[in-house]
């Protein structure tokens, strides 16, 4: 049975700082793993994609990393905003399309 | 942009109500899940469905049903509510199979049972 774990649990940086937040999972046998945020008492906004043959992607300020062997991911925001605060959820996708999610990490970023 | 939008943010219901949480999304997806996020568990799959009229249990189907009488819109049942089925609900839809398909979700329902 996949399992996803995200450490840390929370995370406080100052504004302008890098942030890196991990993810890992247990299971190879993903077809792909999404980054998503989400804010207090929303839904989850789709942040990044990488499928089972990327290395990483790239979306503006954000890069996300897959390192299938290993069972690892990880998201790097650059230069941290206080609009960056909210909650980031990694999900790898396996058989029978289901996602399978990590806990969360919460961010806080001080300004 | 995908949209996928649910009938309520917030809903209050008594123990033993049945009660029906719409999902609708607009761009002609195959697959539509169910969620419920409660903390210290996370997410957790209730139903899925991969095309109209079908439907698969996820890890939790207990006390829940669903229905999927046309492709863009899921529902998600509950035939007796419980205190123990308060919490937040989140639907999603995924195109298709490939593994470039990403899921998309809506803004969530809070439901409180009393």
């Known amino acids: 049975k996949q399992e996803v774990t995200q450490i840390p649990a929370a995370l406080s940086v100052p504004e302008g700082e890098n942030l890196v937040l991990n993810c890992s999972f247990t299971?190879?046998?993903?077809?792909?793993l999404q980054w998503f945020r989400q804010d207090p008492g929303k839904g989850l906004t789709s942040l990044l994609l990488?499928?089972?043959?990327?290395r990483e992607q790239t979306s503006g300020r954000l890069n996300a990393s897959l390192d299938k062997s290993s069972g690892r991911s990880t998201l790097y925001i650059a230069a941290s905003q206080p609009g960056d605060s909210a909650t980031y959820l990694c999900a790898v996708r396996g058989a029978g399309n289901k996602l399978t999610f990590g806990g969360g990490t919460r961010v806080l970023v001080k300004p | 942009d995908v949209k996928v939008t649910q009938s309520s943010r917030y809903l209050v219901k008594r123990t033993g109500e049945k009660v029906f949480l719409e999902c609708v999304q607009d761009?002609?997806?195959?697959?539509m899940f169910w969620y419920r996020q409660d903390p210290g568990l996370g997410l957790r799959l209730i139903y899925f469905?991969?095309?109209?009229?079908?439907?698969e249990k996820g890890d939790i189907p207990e006390g829940y049903s669903v229905s999927r009488e046309k492709k863009e819109r899921f529902s998600l049942i509950l035939e007796s509510a419980s205190t123990n089925q308060t919490s937040m609900y989140l639907c999603a839809s995924l195109e298709g199979t490939g593994s470039y398909n990403e899921q998309f979700f809506g803004p969530g329902t809070r439901l409180t049972v009393l």
């Open positions: 990488i499928q089972s043959s990327q």
């Open positions: 761009m002609d997806h195959e697959n």
């Open positions: 469905s991969y095309d109209v009229k079908m439907k």
């Open positions: 299971d190879s046998a993903i077809y792909n």
